[in-house]
């Protein structure tokens, strides 16, 4: 199964997919560590683009193909990206679940957004303007919603278990 977080920065989408992923062990692929080391490796500080994403979507195939769950973690901010994970899921007959993190509190996603630490090396976290500035697309298709300003992270991972049990 492919389990697709998406989120803008801040929204706690990190913290639900991290212990998810330890709860089914499953492969984890966070695209916050993606892009870092290709920054690291090629000694730049820049825009990714779609890179890391095509990283992404490649282990993602991967490790589908052998049998494995796997989440990803990903802003995932525009309709092609979305298209795109779950094209990875469809091409090889696998199951998914698109899963949106937001935070309708705005002084609660603010106030992550600005005390928030890095937990990449080196990796430099957005900050409140980028965020609330950033291109994100309304979703057109039917997905999980989990609104962490009024559920725990261990609250947000029982509904997507749940949502899996009823769905599979």
Same mark, same amino acid.
């Given at each position: ?77 525009? =309709?092609?990206? #979305? /298209? ?8 090889? $007959? ?6 949106? +993190? *937001? ?34 697309? =309304?979703?057109? #298709? /039917? ?8 559920? $725990? ?6 509904? +997507? *278990? ?7």
């Amino acid at each position: 199964m492919l389990i697709i977080f998406s989120g803008l920065p801040g929204s706690g989408k990190s913290a639900i997919a991290r212990i998810l992923a330890k709860q089914l062990g499953a492969v984890y692929l966070r695209i916050d560590t993606i892009e870092q080391a290709i920054r690291e490796t090629e000694n730049e500080d820049n825009d990714m683009g779609p890179t890391g994403y095509f990283v992404a979507y490649a282990l993602a195939r991967e490790n589908l193909r052998i049998g494995l769950t796997v989440i990803t973690d990903s802003v995932n901010p525009m =309709q092609l990206t #979305r /298209d795109a994970y779950r094209d990875v899921a469809l091409s090889g $007959s696998t199951q998914f679940l698109e899963i949106e +993190v *937001i935070c309708s509190d705005q002084t609660e996603h603010r106030s992550r957004v600005e005390n928030r630490k890095t937990d990449i090396q080196g990796l430099d976290l957005p900050d409140w303007e980028a965020v609330i500035n950033r291109e994100y697309e =309304q979703w057109d #298709r /039917d997905h999980l919603i989990l609104d962490s300003s009024k559920l $725990s992270v261990s609250q947000s991972v029982e509904k +997507v *278990i749940e949502a899996i049990r009823q769905a599979y």
